[in-house]
Each structure stands twice: as structure tokens, then as C-alpha cells.
């Protein structure tokens, strides 16, 4: 069995051969001195991978690394707008996106930080006033059906899309700033709808254009919208499913129109509150599944939801048992995670976002060697 006829399968909530494993994707990777960590653990040349995303510092890995863990997906991205180019300021370590937002590094910091937002007022006149950029600009899917077509002839994985901006809430905030859309949701919500809506038509337009390329060539859409802290909600549950749901089922109900590829929902924290209404949304995946936030036992997320959504991540605990446990720790957490998620299918092993730049070398490798080795199926105990 190859890796795309696995994922496929787990897709379906069927049960492959083994846990597909996805190592190296958006929020799935690891950060680049954890990369040049890793290979030089291993005894590999610690070349510099290039960077994948540059507010995170993840690295696209090396292709080695890929293959010894048996990567089962790959991804790519759509291109930015023609009229902005990534410009970092090495002095200020700054760079600013092409919404105009602003990221900085402080110093020593492993990545960046939202510093700075464009829509400093929260007036409905200042947001119609504002320019988004043009998300039908041909640039963006320039050569992108080749890129499809080349992953779907010339590899076996499964082929992903990554999600270039936040979703309907996240890039919200990144426009507005998180305190200040906060304050604006519990005294100016029609503002937040007003912004929420502007927000999901680029998103409707931008994955129209993309969609018309490569839609039959993909097999996941990824999509991005974190709506969970450590301990619960981020904001009203039913701000939520006034709001942000039903706009998020207008652009599953566009994407399910486009392709056959299953929609993938990154959404951090503690989400079970959410998830009969993002299953309900036509979301088909949950990632990174955060083990170590409140209600996220994976044993109970299974019995209530395995039948409904794809489980894509939960591989161990990333607060405490991969960057402070032993090897040991790491291959009893990852037995425990596919003993939990792996049954019946509707399963992709993955590190719970991105694997940090302090996380030990040799827990990594035991990651992903406990993968492999505990996900062969039928699960035992």
C-alpha cells in the first residue's frame, strides 16, 4: 500500500495498513534549529532547510528526514499578491505581511509576534475604507496546477494545500489585534460581523480561484481558525455559532462544491465544546487534536466524534512529555495516543503543531519510531 492509497483510507475511516504519518507540513513540522538539532543527532549534514513560514521559523525538512519517518503527505502553497514582495528588516527584525500587518522578533525569541495591526480605529467607515488585497490576482496560481500535477504524477503521498492566511476569526484579529476585537465583541458586534464578513468574502473569492486549478488534483484543503485556549473557549460559544459558523459553512459549502478533497480545520486548544458545531460546519479533519488542553482526552473524543471528523495530530503531549520527557516517555505517550485514535480508521499521526526549537533530538526520533512501530494495523493494546 502506498502513502496516498493510506491516507485515503484513514480518510474514509477506514483502517490501512498503518497510521499515516504526516511530518513536515504548515503545522506539522518542526522549528529550524530543532531541524539543524535533529540532523546533526543523527549524523546527518545540517544544511540549512529553507524556510516554510517565516512568523513560525519552520523549515520545510529535509528529505531524508522525510523518508526515515516515513512521511506519508506533502504539501504546497499558493502564491502571494503581485503587488508585495517579503521584505525583513534585519536591523529592527521586523517585516510586514501584505495585509499590513506587522511581525517582530524580539530579541533571543524563536519566532515572531503580531506587532502591529492595520485597522487601528474598529470603525465600519475605516474597515470600507480599507484595501485587502486582490485575492483573483492571477499571480497567485500562476504554474500552480503544474505544481499539483507534478506532486500527483511524480510522488505517491497525499497532496495538501496550505491555507495561506487565517481564517474567518483568525484574520480578524491579525487585522483588528486580539484585545481590541475582543473589546469590539462585547461592545460593537456588528462591527465584528461587518469585519467577519469582509474576511470570508476574500476567502470565498481566493479559494474560487485557487480551486479552479487544482481542485481535482488535491486531496486535503487546509484551513485555519483557532478558537480554543488551554482551559476553553477563546470568546462566547455562541458568538461563535452566530458569527464565525455560519460563514464557515459558507466556504466548506464553496470548497465540498470545487473538490473532492477533505477540509482540514487547524484549530488549537480546547475545542470540544466546538466540535459538534465545526463538524456541523462540514469540516472533515481536527488538527493538531491538543491533548493537554482541557477536555481533549483522546479516548473521549473518539467515542463521541470518530465516526464524524478525521483526528489529524494528538501524536504526544507537546507541553510536557516531548520536550521534557524521556525517549521512554515519548513511545508510552505515542502508544497511548494511536491505542486512543488509531481504531476504525479516521487517523493521521502527527506532532501537535510544530515541533519546538528546544525539543531534544533523540525524543523526535522516538516520536516518530513509536509511530510507526505502535501504528501498524489492527491496533493492540
Request: hydrophobic content about 40%; some cysteine.
Amino acid at each position: 500500500m502506498n502513502s496516498r492509497e493510506r491516507v485515503l483510507l484513514a480518510l474514509a475511516h477506514k483502517e490501512p495498513d498503518r497510521v499515516p504519518i504526516d511530518f513536515g507540513g504548515l503545522v506539522t513540522s518542526l522549528h529550524h534549529e530543532a531541524h539543524r538539532n535533529l540532523l546533526k543527532h543523527l549524523g546527518m549534514p545540517a544544511d540549512e532547510a529553507p524556510i516554510m513560514d517565516t512568523f513560525q521559523q519552520i523549515v520545510d525538512p529535509a528529505p531524508a528526514l522525510k523518508e526515515m519517518f516515513h512521511a506519508d503527505v506533502v504539501g504546497f502553497f499558493p502564491h502571494s499578491g503581485s503587488d508585495w514582495e517579503f521584505k525583513l528588516d534585519p536591523v529592527a527584525d521586523t517585516f510586514v505581511d501584505e495585509w499590513g500587518v506587522l511581525y517582530q522578533r524580539p530579541p533571543g525569541g524563536y519566532w515572531y509576534d503580531l506587532a502591529g495591526h492595520p485597522l487601528k480605529e474598529g470603525t465600519i467607515e475605516e474597515l470600507e475604507a480599507f484595501r485587502f488585497p486582490n485575492p483573483r490576482d492571477p499571480t497567485r496560481v500562476e504554474g500552480l496546477a503544474d505544481v499539483a500535477m507534478g506532486l500527483l504524477e511524480n510522488t505517491d503521498k497525499a497532496i495538501m494545500i496550505h491555507a495561506p492566511i487565517g481564517g474567518v476569526f483568525e484574520q480578524s484579529y491579525w487585522l483588528r489585534g486580539l484585545e481590541p476585537l475582543f473589546r469590539d465583541m462585547a461592545h460593537n458586534k456588528k462591527y465584528v460581523e461587518a469585519l467577519a464578513q469582509r474576511v470570508l468574502e476574500w476567502l470565498l473569492e481566493f479559494w474560487d480561484l485557487v480551486l479552479d486549478e487544482v481542485g481535482p488534483h488535491v486531496h486535503v484543503v487546509e484551513l485555519s481558525d483557532d478558537l480554543g485556549g488551554q482551559l476553553g473557549p477563546l470568546f462566547s460559544p455562541d458568538l461563535y455559532r452566530n458569527i464565525y459558523k455560519p460563514r464557515h459553512r459558507r466556504l466548506t459549502d464553496l470548497i465540498h462544491g470545487k473538490t473532492e478533497a477533505k477540509i482540514f480545520l487547524h484549530t488549537c486548544g480546547s475545542i470540544y465544546w466546538a466540535l459538534p458545531d465545526i463538524i456541523d460546519s462540514g469540516m472533515d479533519i481536527i488538527n493538531p487534536v491538543q491533548v493537554s488542553a482541557r477536555d481533549m482526552d483522546t479516548d473521549r473524543l473518539k467515542r463521541e466524534f470518530g465516526q464524524d471528523v478525521v483526528f489529524w495530530g494528538g501524536g504526544a503531549d507537546a507541553s510536557q512529555v516531548l520536550p521534557f520527557g524521556t525517549p521512554e516517555d515519548v513511545k508510552e505517550e505515542v502508544k497511548r495516543r494511536i491505542h486512543d485514535l488509531a481504531p476504525g480508521g479516521g487517523f493521521v499521526f502527527a506532532p501537535i503543531h510544530n515541533i519546538q526549537a528546544e525539543v531534544p533530538p533523540e525524543n523526535i526520533v522516538a516520536l516518530f519510531e513509536a509511530a510507526y512501530e505502535y501504528g501498524q494495523y489492527p491496533i493492540t493494546a
